[in-house]
């Protein structure tokens, strides 16, 4: 089996735990990394943990302002939202 694993250090600066979901969003939205963009990592890690019997409230929030995001026309999209 292969996995990839992420792991938190809660005690650098750059962790974002701490952050409002508004402030989470924006950087979710903005970010891109070498597994491709966050906003696609999020809603596969959701469905994933769906897939397993798992829920984690914040993140579920977070990835259903995300898709909800993606299903509004252009113009009405928040600004940091990725365009099609």
């Known amino acids: 089996m292969r996995a990839l694993v992420y792991v938190v250090d809660r005690s650098h600066p750059q962790y974002a735990g701490r952050l409002d979901l508004e402030q989470q969003l924006h950087l979710v939205r903005q970010g891109h990394g070498q597994s491709g963009p966050n906003r696609d990592y999020v ?3 959701v469905r994933e943990l769906e897939q397993q019997g798992c ?3 914040q993140l579920h929030a977070i990835a259903r302002r995300l898709t909800a995001a993606d299903a509004r026309p252009p113009h009405d999209r928040p600004s940091d939202a990725p365009s099609t």
């Open 43 to 45: 809603v596969a890690t």
């Open 55 to 57: 829920r984690d409230a």
